[in-house]
């Protein structure tokens, strides 16, 4: 009783970018083009692939006639665009021209939603317009789908997540083969995990934007990169890898967006998680979003979090949607900002703690240090003390909290390297996940 | 811009069985009214619930006010209709009532949907209405989304899912316990994992229903019950769990469907899992989906996949997916079985075996087993030798093949128990996740 597909006109499909990703939806575009039809109802014509330079070089499935450089002109005879180009201009104001014009767009920009999604979302709705990302966020990962819409009837209470393949590539090296921070990086960028400038992995500003894109999805509430609360993985030392395992602990750098008294709060930072933790069977360059809601109870996603080829799938998958919708009828979910609830600032979480220091290995040093615990209502969940190494006058104390309000366990840190028997205060890592 | 939820009239919600599941989607339908309204656009309104007994003893969220036996009539006076009855009728001449009343249908029912999904599908189409169902497989994941609209753009190799809470909490208690499988059993019935009569579970049934249902989906092609090759985990001792682990294996009962040449292949049955395996740590009544595709690599989900809380959040997704279509235009995924692909008897299907076995401890008995996988072309991947208990005349051989045709398989095995020197054939089971 439908109508054939070769019936409907085909969809017009730009591409903005012809990167990597780019030209892994090129590839699906082209070489699946009969699927696609079938699932979308009308085939998918791929009219132009924006690039900078028509003259690159590029791979085989990329027909050179497509390439264009006028990307203005190009979204504006396309149903469907698609955003590859990433950072915030041009690829921000081709996305509003393309919705202006009335097509749907699919993009993997995780910094501009982060920074800009409201904009974005409110001209979609104007438009009437899908605007879908799930490439954004994880990758190949079924993530964004998942939380606008199968937790849609449930409460999401906590979001923590492995968002940044190269960071958990370099943590994970470091505590397989003992490598430290830069040898781990050199490593991960000989071996492409890595760009030759790893700021924004390393120093946590693409997991920020995921971050606060998951938060907004997760809490039906705005929340933009300047309410993440960020701290990257470059303290991280050789010695603080071994002492996590020697602890029953690897060091993860995590999302984390939870919902608590009073508001949501959102962050980045490198968290001790249980060995026990599904996270903590995360290795090398995978991604994993680990979530808890009410009534779900916890659920993670696991998979690929970068590469050419699952993001294209992610894409692709998106396309498809916002193609069916164009043929059909109808829209995915809108902006959910109804709840509106505030974001606090992270010394307003409440975190468990481990804190290692080295101490003048004399009795009642231990008194000491729980004494300004006690002090500042921080309860200690474990201490252990060892000689440290040749020395017959220090020691190493590494303690873990129970949970307690973040402010209270900073000016517990502060209060504790004032004490005379305290020599240093070695590392101060939260622990997640338990 | 949008016209307040209040002003859309409601939406009116008819329950179908009000057992632990049922309860709970009132308890949410009831306790997050607003929340569901302000993510549908319009309040959902709980006009009944039908029920086999209305003098039933009832949790005190349910309004005894809205129980009802006359589940025909509720259904017609319903938008959205939530089928939690379970069997085949009367849910399936219910659902069909409802949908070709005009109304959305949300149902948790895999076995109704393995029996006679196209049915089902079929009515919603001429009807132009939505058929849900995430919560018929694995429980609170969110899979068959990701599976039917992430991955739409891409190409699924093979599905492997532990879909069956009850067998994963039994195989895992005999694994860290040593229990044997009555025991286990026993055990699970205590704590209500596992029914009164466990068959359904521990048979492969319940599992064989939900790989039709994700075997649909991924392949794009109709797989009902019966073309699932089922076997249940009656067979196995808390001997092959300990010779498991001793060779680096975990034992998950497994539904798995897989693209091979020719077409698909479908099955339920106990298989010996790498230690190293996403889906070997996933203990007790966890389940997790894990999915190969082309492009998007490997994925795996995980989550709870039964319980009355759990449940109830993936109705609920659904509920809100329908009900917002309703209130926006539009429909979710329809049926997609355009690719058609030959479902293949399980002998088709290429498999790694173990074997165990116990033989005559002599020179040369090695050469002779050996010999006959070669002659079948089966090709080992390791064999593992030792003396059998106190025995000085027995030995107990392990032997792992390479990937072969199953029937190749199966032949080979019934020529190694002819042999003279083999005194038993003690365990074969299958290899998969390498």
């Not at 920020?208 to 993985?233: E, M, N, P």
């Not at 290692?356 to 201490?383: K, M, N, Y």
């Amino acid at each position: 009783m439908s109508v054939p597909v070769t019936a409907r006109p085909p969809l017009r499909v730009a591409v903005l970018g012809c990167g990597v990703v780019g030209t892994e939806v090129v590839r699906l575009l082209t070489t699946q083009a009969d699927d696609l039809a079938a699932r979308v109802g009308a085939r998918l014509e791929l009219v132009g692939i924006a690039v900078r330079d028509t003259a690159t070089a590029r791979d085989a499935v990329v027909d050179v006639a497509l390439l264009t450089t006028d990307a203005e002109k190009l979204v504006e005879q396309a149903d469907v665009v698609v955003e590859l180009m990433g950072g915030i201009e041009p690829a921000r104001s081709l996305l509003l021209r393309a919705i202006a014009g009335g097509a749907s767009v699919v993009t993997a920009n995780k910094a501009l939603l982060a920074q800009d999604g409201p904009t974005l979302y409110a001209a979609a709705d104007e438009a009437g317009v899908d605007l879908y990302f799930e490439a954004a966020v994880a990758g190949a990962i079924p993530i964004v789908r998942p939380v606008r819409e199968s937790l849609a009837g449930d409460t999401v209470e906590r979001v923590l997540g492995i968002v940044n393949g190269t960071t958990n590539y370099v943590l994970d090296k470091m505590a397989s083969e003992g490598l430290d921070l830069d040898q781990a990086v050199k490593e991960a960028q000989a071996l492409g995990y890595a760009e030759a400038d790893p700021t924004a992995d390393v120093e946590g500003f693409d997991a920020a934007a995921k971050a606060a894109i998951l938060a907004s999805l997760a809490f039906h509430t705005r929340v933009s990169l300047d309410d993440v609360d960020r701290q990257g993985i470059t303290g991280i030392s050789a010695d603080d890898v071994l002492w996590a395992s020697r602890t029953g602990y690897v060091i993860k750098l995590l999302a984390i967006a939870e919902r608590g008294v009073g508001g949501v709060q959102v962050r980045v930072h490198p968290a001790l998680v249980p060995e026990a933790h599904p996270l903590a069977g995360v290795r090398g360059a995978y991604n994993a979003v680990f979530v808890e809601a009410e009534a779900a109870g916890q659920l993670m996603f696991y998979g690929r979090g970068a590469g050419g080829q699952p993001t294209a799938s992610a894409v692709l998958g998106d396309v498809v949607s916002v193609a069916r919708h164009r043929v059909l009828g109808g829209r995915g979910p809108v902006e959910s900002r109804y709840a509106e609830l505030p974001v606090l600032p992270a010394d307003q979480a409440r975190t468990r703690y481990q804190i290692r220091l080295d101490v003048v290995d004399r009795p009642g040093v231990l008194a000491q240090v729980a004494a300004v615990l006690a002090g500042h209502d921080v309860s200690i969940e474990t201490v252990r003390q060892s000689p440290l190494g040749d020395s017959a006058v220090s020691a190493h104390l590494v303690i873990t909290t129970h949970a307690a309000p973040d402010h209270a366990q900073r000016a517990t840190i502060e209060a504790i390297e004032r004490l005379d028997v305290v020599e240093r205060v070695v590392s101060v890592l939260r622990v997640e996940g338990s």
